[in-house]
């Protein structure tokens, strides 16, 4: 689908949790530059500090910002920390409710029951220094 297009696009930006593999050097995304470990975009999947701070700022009237940090802030790609941004628009957009947001819309329910059925170990790993 996106071939059909290819004289309309300049940039394409995919996100996922898992790798995506090139499939040959005939696909058309043999191209691609991963960019999920470089300092140089870590905080192009979220919003800064900064970004809660001044452009969001008017829509957060009242809201107490280090409890919304513990709540949405707590991604980090090798850079500076970044709030989800699913979660802080629903979060606005639901009158200041603090709700698992991100995790409601994508539950890896799978996932959840593995962890279960086998009882892992989960410790706390925030701040972890590997």
């Known amino acids: 689908m996106m071939k059909d297009s290819d004289q309309y696009i300049r940039f394409a930006f ?15 995304l043999n191209n691609l530059i991963d960019i999920s470990l470089n ?15 001044t ?12 409890k919304l940090r513990l709540w ?9 920390s970044v709030y989800n941004p699913f979660a802080i628009l629903l979060f606005i957009s ?9 995790f409601e819309s994508g539950t890896p329910n799978f996932l959840m029951e593995v962890i279960k059925k086998n009882d892992y170990f989960l410790p706390n790993l925030s701040n972890l220094k590997v």
């Open 55 to 66: 452009v969001f700022k008017p829509h957060l009237g009242g809201v107490d910002l280090d």
């Open 94 to 102: 639901n009158d200041f409710i603090y709700r698992n947001y991100w």
């Open 72 to 80: 949405y802030n707590g991604y980090n790609f090798l850079g500076e």
């Open 14 to 28: 995919l996100t996922g949790v898992s790798k995506f593999s090139k499939a040959s050097i005939f696909s058309g």
């Open 39 to 53: 300092r140089k975009y870590a905080t192009v999947c979220g919003y800064t500090q900064n970004d809660i701070e």
